[in-house]
């Protein structure tokens, strides 16, 4: 098959078994044990599914699908998306509240959930009447007897015989609200599909990545296992966050995708481990944290310090940014592990057209959403008259590389006219360790910033008037700083800021819920 006849996830995955079939494409840990399933498992798993489904009902529906990331899941929702369904994963800690008024906005006839979320399942559709049917999903035992039951041998096999149009929409994932009103993201079987088909940057082959993300957002799903099928790497699986540290040395992984306040902690363990083991060189410090193998690091969400980049390279770990949004399929750019342009926010993919207008970047192409589901005004706003995605991020193209500034909507504009943005400010202090979390706001027409300390790495040094220190950075960061981008005061919280599940700070519950410790 020829990369242009990739135009669907189902076709992807047919490329991807014709090109490694019995190769490793997933690794798992299963009662304690590192279990594998090949490319063409991982395929066949997925048809059983599609069949599963389609033995449910024939008619194209919106499905819910709700569980933690697992192999069971990532063969789950790709034998969704193959059965011509839309699917629309949630987070499996969605409250019952939440799901009601989701579910409804996104027309869910179909849920598919793990059995722990059944009796919540059950709540919702007691007060939501278009949801007519809930499939509880068992163990992996539960799953092998549908992969055997659906195989391409069964009864079922024509099941799986069908068509699905590449402009179909095959996933509707909803932003994560930072802003207000949760928006249902559309995107097709071809958005999946060209967004996971480039070749600026792609694994070697011997590539073994460690996916800690959660699946149900497309960062995770379209970065670790649509890429994977393309590039033709290892996949393996975490689970669950607090497993980090243990499953990263049982898979000795080369690469991975990660949001920064992860590597940030990284950074802090391996330099842990490095004092408490003055003999170690600083690569050997830096394995007995992620393994013998690991060599490249994939940031994106948020900003990642050229000193950080520097300081990982100390450890002989090569760390780069990437960057992108769900509404496009999510990638705009790629890490480059070259020297070249290292500090950017990634190198463009060469998917999609992308041009910075009035400093904000804008992005047009294959990648590009269908739109918001069932909201017409919203997504006529989100395009330029002539066609272009709004990205709301400011920022320029260099040398087809991406550099942001902030995001247009953080903008704080004083009585001066002097609009600031205040990630550019935050990131001022990303280098500064003892600075775990900053967020720099307007009062009074000045600068302040709320700040979640790193107490542990303060412990570790020894340091025990930790409002000192940081009024002394702060105050070594604002000598270099106009006078009105300069922080005038700040406070401590005991607590970290309000995150969304991909890491990212919520402001506006931040700005408008009175900044509560």
């Known amino acids: 098959m020829d990369k242009s006849e990739i135009l669907t996830v189902r076709s992807l995955s047919e490329y991807a078994v014709e090109k490694y079939a019995d190769k490793d494409f997933c690794r798992f840990i299963r009662d304690g044990e590192i279990k594998v399933k090949s490319y063409s498992d991982f395929h066949e798993d997925a048809l059983s599914v599609c069949r599963y489904i389609r033995s449910k009902s024939c008619k194209k529906m919106n499905i819910g699908f709700i569980g933690k990331t697992s192999y069971e899941y990532i063969a789950c929702l790709t034998g969704m998306i193959f059965s011509g369904n839309t699917v629309v994963p949630f987070a499996p800690d969605i409250s019952v509240e939440e799901a009601i008024e989701l579910f409804d906005n996104a027309d869910i006839e179909m849920l598919f959930c793990e059995e722990e979320f059944a009796e919540k399942a059950h709540m919702i559709k007691n007060n939501f009447g278009g949801l007519r049917d809930i499939i509880s999903l068992g163990d992996w035992q539960w799953f092998e007897n549908i992969y055997k039951k659906y195989s391409a041998d069964s009864e079922y096999a024509s099941l799986s015989d069908i068509e699905v149009e590449p402009e179909r929409c095959a996933l509707i994932i909803y932003t994560s609200g930072t802003t207000g009103q949760r928006k249902g993201v559309m995107l097709s079987q071809n958005n999946l599909a060209a967004n996971s088909t480039y070749d600026a940057y792609a694994m070697d082959n011997d590539d073994v990545s460690f996916s800690i993300l959660p699946m149900h957002h497309v960062f995770c799903y379209a970065c670790d296992v649509l890429k994977t099928l393309y590039d033709g790497g290892t996949l393996c699986l975490n689970g669950q966050l607090q497993n980090l540290y243990q499953h ?247 607590k970290p800021f309000p995150r969304t599940s991909t890491g990212k700070i919520k402001r506006t519950e931040f700005y408008f819920k009175g900044n509560e410790n």
């Not at 995605?389 to 260099?398: A, I, K, N, Q, R």
């Open 248 to 494: 990263i040395l049982m898979f000795q992984p080369t690469i991975m995708r990660i949001v920064p306040a992860i590597c940030k902690s990284i950074l802090t363990k391996i330099k842990v481990t490095e004092r408490q083991n003055p003999t170690l060189s600083k690569r050997e410090a830096a394995e007995k944290v992620v393994g013998k193998n690991f060599r490249r690091m994939i940031a994106g969400s948020a900003f990642l310090s050229g000193a950080i980049i520097d300081e990982f390279e100390q450890y002989g770990i090569t760390a780069r940014q990437g960057y992108g949004m769900s509404e496009c399929s999510p990638r705009i750019t790629t890490s480059d592990f070259s020297d070249k342009l290292k500090y950017s926010n990634g190198r463009l993919t060469g998917v999609d057209e992308v041009r910075s207008v009035d400093g904000e970047i804008q992005v047009k192409g294959p990648s590009v959403m269908l739109g918001y589901y069932k909201m017409p005004e919203e997504t006529k706003a989100a395009f330029t008259e002539d066609g272009w995605l709004h990205t709301g991020d400011l920022g320029y193209v260099e040398d087809d590389h991406i550099f942001l500034v902030g995001r247009k909507k953080n903008l704080i504009i004083l009585s001066n006219g002097e609009n600031i943005s205040p990630e550019e400010i935050e990131n001022r202090f990303a280098d500064e360790g003892i600075i775990k979390e900053i967020v720099v706001l307007a009062e009074n027409d000045k600068l302040v910033a709320e700040i979640f300390p790193d107490e542990v790495l303060a412990d570790s040094l020894g340091i025990t008037d930790i409002e000192g220190v940081i009024s002394a950075v702060i105050d070594k960061v604002n000598i270099d700083s106009q006078s009105d981008r300069q922080i005038f005061s700040f406070r401590l919280r005991e």
